[in-house]
């Protein structure tokens, strides 16, 4: 059973739209929860990440929104670019394990 | 990023080899990680590190075992090669008390 689900599973934005990615989880325990952004043939890469004693956290053009009683949180991509184009990952950790649980993933692409 | 290496970055296999995937870090980190990443699924945890004497199983250890030779040094094993391995291999490193995860280029790795 996922941990974490996550939706859409790929996405198309015309630049300069938003992108919204979502995320729900179950386990209660989750105390932080970070979003990984991959490029084709790399690694994935820390995007932008959030505990739950905040309920939202921009960076630049990129926020996380996080409702804890519904247990979900979203990436929001403001002014979307082409060079934004990648695999975005949402995953989820408990208690400074470092132990992830991953999102299946949502391919983004935008058009110029 | 290139603290983190991964030996091969591709490979191609027959069913029922053993076959070996290394990963390197520079970046002096205690914590290694070894995932999977499958279309659809996201990234999945194969075997976590912490330290040098410490190996741990993740969600889908079954079919593959890890040796930790040093602080910087941890390898993936398939003692015997099935299709259904057929992944994208990333290693992942972090630093105690934190909690951002590094990871490498990925290994490619088909099984025949």
């Known amino acids: 059973q996922q941990q974490v689900k996550q939706s859409p599973q790929s996405l198309i934005v015309q630049k300069g739209g938003i992108s919204i990615i979502n995320c729900a989880y179950e386990?209660?325990?989750?105390?932080?929860f970070p979003w990984y952004q991959q490029f084709p043939g790399k690694g994935p890469a820390l995007l932008i990440a959030?505990?739950?004693?905040?309920s939202e956290k921009k960076e630049g053009r990129f926020t996380i929104s996080f409702n804890k009683s519904a247990k979900q949180f979203s990436l929001h991509i403001m002014d979307s670019q082409p060079g934004d184009s990648a695999t975005y990952f949402c995953a989820a950790s408990k208690g400074g394990f470092n132990k992830f649980y991953f999102g299946s993933g949502t391919k983004l692409n935008v058009k110029p | 990023d290139a603290d983190v290496t991964q030996t091969p970055r591709n490979r191609i296999t027959k069913t029922g080899k053993r076959i070996m995937l290394e990963c390197s870090q520079t970046?002096?980190?205690?914590?290694m990680y070894w995932y999977r990443q499958d279309p659809g699924l996201g990234l999945r945890l194969i075997y976590y590190?912490?330290?040098?004497?410490?190996?741990n199983k993740g969600e889908i250890s079954d079919g593959y075992s890890v040796s930790r030779q040093a602080q910087a040094k941890f390898s993936l094993s398939l003692e015997s090669a099935i299709p259904n391995q057929t992944a994208l291999y990333f290693c992942?490193?972090?630093?105690?008390?934190?909690?951002?995860?590094?990871f490498g280029p990925g290994t490619r790795l088909t099984v025949l």
């Open positions: 992942a490193t972090s630093d105690f008390g934190a909690n951002e995860q590094f």
């Open positions: 590190s912490f330290d040098v004497k410490d190996i």
């Open positions: 386990n209660t325990a989750f105390d932080y």
């Open positions: 970046k002096g980190h205690d914590r």
């Open positions: 959030i505990r739950p004693d905040v």
